[in-house]
């Protein structure tokens, strides 16, 4: 787990999340944001703050699956391929752009070497294909699973970061 990381995607969910006294004050510093996803925004604060975020590999809790779920596993064919169209349109990227919107409101918050980074993330995007893959290389952002790496790597690819 890195903040390279949370650029990108979320680890966790936000019902297995513990936090300490300190990210929880971290996060009491950022008040009225617009993301897609709370528990996303966590790890992107906490990570961001220069906190040490640590993922375990065991399940402890148990995910109740449902047809009212607005997000889950969703590891059929169909989902899949719904996850694909939903690239194409640019909803990853809106994704994105609303992280850094709220990201852009508390950099200043972040020890020098991560407001760096986010600064050329967030840049990275108003470049041409080349120059935007070659720079998000050199930034060292990934996803940990494939199939949310090659998401983020299609929306570096389609340019499809504000959901143009």
């Known amino acids: 787990p890195s903040f390279q990381n949370a650029l990108v995607q979320n680890i966790a969910g936000g019902h297995t999340m513990i936090m300490n006294k300190a990210a929880r004050a971290a996060l009491q510093k950022v008040s009225h944001i617009d993301v897609p996803f709370h528990d996303w925004w966590f790890y992107l604060c906490v990570s961001g703050f220069g906190g040490k975020v640590q993922f375990d590999e065991r399940a402890l809790a148990k995910y109740r699956q449902h047809g009212g779920n ?74 940990q699973r494939k199939v949310k790496a090659l998401a983020f790597w299609g929306t570096v690819a389609l340019g499809k970061f504000k959901g143009d």
């Open 70 to 143: 607005l997000v889950g596993l969703n590891s059929s064919i169909f989902a899949k391929f719904s996850r694909f169209l939903r690239l194409l349109k640019g909803d990853y990227a809106k994704h994105y752009a609303q992280n850094n919107a709220a990201l852009n409101q508390i950099k200043d918050l972040f020890p020098i070497g991560n407001q760096k980074i986010f600064e050329q993330f967030q840049g990275a995007w108003e470049r041409k294909l080349f120059s935007r893959i070659v720079n998000m290389l050199e930034l060292g952002v990934y996803a």
